[in-house]
């Protein structure tokens, strides 16, 4: 079988050596095999792990949620519905930063609103409402 370098991975993986010993720390990723030398020996598998992370952290999953997805995968023939569970909760946390976000915009937009840049810095009303005390 054709091992993988720690090198190779993280070039496969498109991520940092450390990245991958930090996943092995968390859990993440298994221990890999040792060569003879003391060297990491990965299997082509570590790649399509690695890429999984990746994947489910650029959707917004935190390391333990990707722990929990990464644990549903060893019951293969278990119903996926847990799987969409998962997926309803981060749905629904995106929703509410998205909410959480547009608020923020709103925010801005009457700020921005509020000056229109002539005036000097210590009369500026933008300034002078993030000192002001919160009503709500």
Do not use: W
């Not at 370098?5 to 221990?31: C, D, F, W």
Request: hydrophobic letters at 35%.
């Amino acid at each position: 079988m054709t091992t993988l370098r720690i090198s190779e991975l993280a070039n496969k993986g498109n991520v940092h050596l450390e990245t991958i010993r930090y996943y092995e720390r968390e859990g993440l990723m298994q221990p890999p095999q040792r060569t003879p030398s003391g060297h990491r020996a990965y299997a082509p598998r570590d790649v399509i792990r690695l890429r999984f992370i990746k994947r489910s952290q650029a959707l917004g999953f935190t390391l333990t949620e990707i722990k929990e997805l990464l644990a549903l995968k060893v019951t293969p023939n278990h119903p996926c519905i847990d799987v969409v569970h998962q997926i309803e909760a981060k749905e629904n946390e995106v929703k509410a930063k998205i909410v959480h976000l547009q608020a923020i915009q709103r925010t801005l937009r009457k700020m921005k609103a509020s000056c229109e840049g002539r005036c000097s810095v210590s009369e500026c009303p933008i300034l002078e409402s993030l000192d002001a005390k919160r009503s709500s």
